[in-house]
Nanobody
């Protein structure tokens, strides 16, 4: 069993920075080779944000956040991070972290088997 818990979401203003964290726990976490962040706004499809290969550190980003967001992880502590800079109103949504057992497809949520509960990020202009 693997449990993912996000934290750090809050209401901010456009242009602000915000960091999110996702803590992973459970004896089978070592079987998951990639972690990702997704977000979902009301009435919208769940959208890929970023992903990282757990051991190698390869990073992948959606075009909409490239240059503004940075994904990282602490292997020793099993924590995934998302640093968001220059936030825009369109970044508003519930942010989810997720884990995948494959690494060749990063942006499709169907390949992620474990999901956190989500944390709300609201950006006001």
């Amino acid at each position: 069993q693997v449990t993912l818990v996000e934290s750090g979401g809050r209401s901010v203003q456009a242009g602000d920075s915000l960091g999110l964290s996702c803590s992973a726990s459970g004896p089978t976490f070592k079987h998951y080779v990639m972690m990702g962040w997704f977000r979902q706004a009301p009435g919208k499809e769940r959208e890929f944000v970023a992903a990282i290969i757990w051991h190698g550190g390869n990073q992948y980003y959606a075009d909409s956040v490239k240059g503004r967001f940075t994904i990282s992880r602490d292997n020793a502590k099993n924590i995934l991070y998302l640093q968001m800079n220059g936030l825009k109103s369109e970044d508003t949504g519930v942010y989810f972290c997720a884990a995948s057992r494959i690494q060749h497809i990063q942006n499709d949520p169907e390949w992620y088997g474990i999901w956190g509960q989500g944390t709300q990020v609201s950006v006001s202009s």
